[in-house]
């Protein structure tokens, strides 16, 4: 894969993570921590891929 298509991927990941963080905040303030509980692992989750690629990008 070209650089700029890593670059992309992760900032499609980084994004993802920032909207399901959003979401988690919105649903602690609704519901408390037990309705949040998947989307704060979906955010989780998103920002380690984005680091993955942050980290196969700058090996290229």
């Not at 994004?15 to 989780?44: D, F, T």
């Amino acid at each position: 894969m070209s650089k700029k298509s890593l670059l992309l991927i992760e900032i499609v990941w980084a994004v993802l993570g920032l909207v399901c963080l959003g979401i988690a905040i919105r649903e602690i303030s609704l519901n408390g921590l037990r309705g949040s509980w998947l989307w704060l692992l979906m955010s989780a989750v998103a920002f380690a891929l984005a680091a993955v690629r942050d980290s196969q990008r700058k090996k290229m």
